[in-house]
């Protein structure tokens, strides 16, 4: 069994940051790309930032520029730096990696972690 755990949340004001970090955990797994998204009530979970085992990234537009996407293989950790927080940055934010086990390739989700910013 694997299992992906996020921290690093919590309540900001405007134009401060947090660091969002995602741990990747069990046995006998590889880990290919990982991302971050986020979700608000009542709307879809959207897609923040993803990268990919080689450390290529992608970014949503209206992150572009204040969020960095980073992992660490050796600790099979994903992070997401989010700098100049906005109060529309405000949502549950979740990690997902693909997995590699016994020959198949499966996403995981975590569990999210709340982001509010106040105004």
């Known amino acids: 069994q694997v299992q992906l755990v996020e921290s690093g949340g919590g309540l900001v004001q405007a134009e401060e940051s947090l660091r969002l970090s995602c741990a990747a955990s069990?046995?006998?797994?590889?880990?290919?790309?990982m991302g971050w998204y986020r979700q608000t009530p009542g709307k879809q979970r959207e897609p923040v930032a993803d990268i990919t085992k080689g450390e290529s990234t992608n970014y949503a537009d209206s992150v572009k520029g204040r969020f960095t996407i980073s992992r660490d293989n050796a600790k099979n950790t994903v992070y997401l730096q989010m700098n100049s927080l906005k109060p529309e940055d405000s949502a549950v934010y979740y990690c997902n990696a693909e997995f590699y086990i016994g020959g198949y390739y499966k996403v995981y989700w975590g569990q999210g972690t709340q982001v509010t910013v106040s105004s």
């Open positions: 069990g046995s006998s797994f590889r880990l290919n790309g």
